[in-house]
């Protein structure tokens, strides 16, 4: 069963973007803006991509070892890897590593702005 991502209230600010601007429908949005939301929508714009951000957001204490994604994605590590690398670039998960194995975790506020971004203007 597939397990829905979390969309809370922004808690930090992203690269720009404050937690409460306002929608796309909602007015023109600045360049530098645009650049941002672009950039993490391409990141979501490959179905590896929004499975890797779904299997961390669903794992356990929120967080997961590439070495534990590899599988449920049929990639070999490199590639989970590369595709990994795009959604930290994209502000969308964050990354520690960890002596071999590197760690991933969802930026709950990056999703808040995506959803909010999407919402119609009230």
Known sequence: MPT???????DVSIAGLDGCCS??????????????????FKALGDPTRVK???????ATG??????DLTDPVGLA?????????????AGLVTREQ?????????VPAALSTLAG????AV
């Open 117 to 120: 971004a999407l919402a119609p």
């Open 77 to 89: 590590q490199p590639t989970v890897s590369h595709h990994m690398k795009i959604l930290v670039e």
């Open 4 to 10: 829905a991502l979390p969309l809370l209230q922004p």
């Open 62 to 67: 929120g967080e997961a070892c590439v070495c």
């Open 98 to 106: 960890r002596g071999r194995w590197a760690y991933y975790a969802v």
């Open 52 to 58: 890797l951000l779904s299997l961390i957001a669903a």
């Open 23 to 40: 929608s796309l429908t909602g007015g023109v949005v600045d360049d530098e803006t645009a650049a941002t939301l672009a950039r993490m």
